[in-house]
């Protein structure tokens, strides 16, 4: 399945998620004989039913003005400090990796450490890609101070991985408020997507920035099913652990759990 990578030993479409289909046995049989440990098959993109998983979308805008008064004023705060503004992959590369190391020590779950090799994976992952990359300038020093990318399709697209400077996330700066703002107006009104995504329901529970974009920026929950194949064995530790998911705290185990249930439609 060319539109299947492996990513982390599961299997993941690599398409938008309206595009991906549901998979047949031997398609999936198939993947895991080329290694991996799982697939994960979402499919039925925004059924008009609600499941136990879903993307988080917002494929409607109207400007400043659908937003809360409270939000708007973090926005126009927000823009006193910082500059907005697409950068090129070479920026990305030279300046982001601190900003990103910050933000995952910030993360309340950390599933996965952040390190140059790490980085390095995920700047190849983007170069085989389309991508969009945005920077957050404080406007007094002018430095790169965050950073968004944002993965491209046709007509949609997804905010992938954002990273703000510890500092600037407290004291009434709101860096995620203009960000948001100015992607939602870039991509919806300018661009004329019809949607973009701030990617699938968690199963890490490391961020609460999803459930922050559809309190303040009108996100959605596009419901979706899923289900999610392993290889053997893992499947039979899956089947052991999961009476005990509530206890166990190793995050990955956690996670794959946490994913199980999703697809049981327990959580």
């Known amino acids: 399945m060319n539109d299947f990578f492996l990513y982390r030993q599961a299997w993941r479409f690599d398409g938008a998620p309206h595009e991906e289909p549901q998979l047949q046995e031997q398609e999936w049989k198939t993947m ?26 917002k494929d409607q805008y109207q400007g400043m003005e ?23 992959f070479e920026t990305i590369q030279e300046k982001a990796y601190p900003i990103l190391k910050e933000t995952y020590d910030d993360y309340a779950v950390r599933d996965k450490k952040m390190n140059p090799a790490v980085f390095e994976e995920y700047l190849n992952h983007c170069k085989e890609r389309q991508f969009d990359y945005w920077g957050i300038f404080e406007k007094e020093s002018q430095q790169m101070v965050g950073f968004c990318t944002v993965r491209m399709w046709d007509h949609c697209c997804e905010y992938e991985v954002t990273g703000i400077v510890s500092k600037y996330k407290k004291g009434g700066f709101y860096p995620y408020y203009g960000l948001y703002q100015h992607l ?6 300018e661009q004329h997507f019809n949607y973009v995504s701030d990617s699938a329901r968690t199963i890490t529970e490391h961020s609460n920035i999803q459930d922050f974009l559809i309190e303040n920026f009108g996100f959605r929950k596009a419901y979706c099913r899923l289900a999610v194949y392993y290889q053997g064995w893992v499947k039979f530790a899956v089947k052991v652990l999961y009476p005990f998911r509530n206890i166990i705290t190793m995050p990955r185990v956690k996670a794959v759990l946490n994913m199980e249930a999703m697809q049981r439609g327990k959580q």
């Open 32 to 57: 895991l004989k080329q290694g991996g440990l799982m697939v994960r098959n979402t499919y039925n993109f925004d059924c008009q039913q609600e499941t136990s998983f879903w993307y988080v979308i």
């Open 66 to 88: 659908e937003l809360p008064s409270r939000v708007r004023n973090k926005v126009r705060h927000a823009e006193q400090y910082f500059d907005y503004q697409q950068v090129s």
């Open 184 to 189: 939602n107006q870039h991509y919806l009104e």
